[in-house]
């Protein structure tokens, strides 16, 4: 059974730094391409950053410059550093993975709240 647990969201005024992690168990970790996405109230889910399992990236252009995604193998993690945060950047962020185009698992989502 595929489980992703995010962490590490919070607080954070405007112009700080957060960094999410995501850790995956019950899949072959290294295989997959892994996602970061977010939800504002009464917005859609969106895309925010992907990583392949060859660790080529894509990122939403709101977060180009600002974010980085990256993953450790070894440790079964995603990561998604988060600088220059705005407050436009609330939102509750989940990570997924991905293989040959299938959504495997969505994790329950971690809070971020940037303040102005």
């Known amino acids: 059974q595929v489980q992703l647990v995010e962490s590490g969201g919070g607080l954070v005024q405007a112009g700080g730094s957060l960094r999410l992690s995501c850790a995956a168990s019950g899949i072959i970790f290294s295989i997959n391409d892994m996602g970061w996405y977010r939800q504002a109230p009464g917005k859609q889910r969106e895309l925010v950053a992907t990583?392949?399992?060859?660790?080529?990236?894509n990122y939403a252009d709101s977060v180009k410059g600002r974010f980085t995604i990256s993953r450790d193998n070894a440790k079964k993690t995603v990561y998604l550093q988060m600088n220059s945060l705005k407050p436009e950047d609330t939102a509750v962020y989940y990570c997924?993975?991905?293989?040959?185009?299938?959504?495997?698992?969505w994790g329950q989502g971690t809070q971020v709240t940037v303040s102005s």
């Open positions: 990583i392949t399992s060859g660790v080529s990236t």
């Open positions: 997924n993975a991905v293989r040959k185009g299938t959504i495997l698992a």
